[in-house]
């Protein structure tokens, strides 16, 4: 089967960067995905990688490495509004459905 | 351009009823996805059609169905609903189909009681 990782809860602090992680292990990989989602909203669109490095969108970075089935999104500056969970998902092989994670729920304190 | 859509965004059933529920992608998209998501198992798929036909499925009783319309609008429908059934509903549409780096937008969701 398909298996994507990441950690359930993180908590950093307003301003602070914080670091997200996904792991996957996947029988094929066709681009990694993150997304956002707000308590009670629709997941909304982060990021897309599919090479090797650093995707960075403003506040928002996503890495990503292949061969390690590896993928991390890092949060600059962070704002309360940054609380909320955030998903990464994998696409395994094309017109194949996303493989979503778990999610992360990320709280930012002051 | 307007979001994707769904109706109703509330629904309160009891056991053993079905429900249908809708969603509206982005004009001008063809592929239309839907979700389960729950807290314990996070976003689960259920189906994908594109062009009213159901390209790939989830692994999901046959209790849940959907289709596409001509307009690209989908339903889909749960019948002899259990109370694990409790769930939020998520659909979400592309502009051609889910391949490669193609971008899904999400709806609201659909939040399904069953008591």
């Known amino acids: 089967g398909q298996n994507i990782d990441q950690p359930t809860e993180m908590t950093a602090t307003e301003g602070a960067i914080v670091q997200i992680n996904c792991t996957y292990q996947?029988?094929?990989?066709?681009?990694l995905f993150w997304y956002q989602q707000h308590a009670g909203e629709a997941p909304t669109f982060l990021s897309y990688n599919v090479l090797d490095g650093l995707e960075e969108k403003g506040r928002f970075s996503s890495f990503l490495s292949r061969s390690k089935g590896y993928s991390y999104l890092l949060l600059k500056e962070l704002q309360m509004k940054d609380s909320a969970s955030y998903l990464c998902?994998?696409?395994?092989?094309?017109?194949?459905?996303?493989?979503f994670g778990k999610g992360t729920r990320l709280s930012v304190i002051a | 351009k307007a979001g994707v859509t769904q109706t109703p965004r509330y629904l309160i059933k009891t056991r053993g009823q079905q429900v249908t529920l809708s969603c509206s992608p982005i004009?001008?998209?063809?592929?239309v996805s839907w979700y389960q998501q729950t807290p314990g198992q996070g976003l689960q798929f259920l189906f994908e059609y594109f062009s009213e036909t159901q390209r790939n499925k989830g692994n999901f009783p046959g209790r849940f169905s959907g289709r596409q319309f001509s307009n690209s609008r989908s339903e889909m429908n749960v019948s002899t609903l259990e109370l694990g059934d409790s769930a939020l509903y998520l659909c979400?549409?592309?502009?051609?189909?889910?391949?490669?780096?193609?971008?899904?937008?999400f709806g609201p969701g659909t939040r399904l009681l069953v008591l």
């Open positions: 998902a994998v696409r395994v092989a094309g017109n194949t459905p996303l493989v």
């Open positions: 979400a549409s592309s502009l051609q189909s889910s391949a490669g780096g193609e971008t899904q937008y």
């Open positions: 004009s001008g998209h063809r592929s």
């Open positions: 996947t029988s094929g990989f066709n681009g």
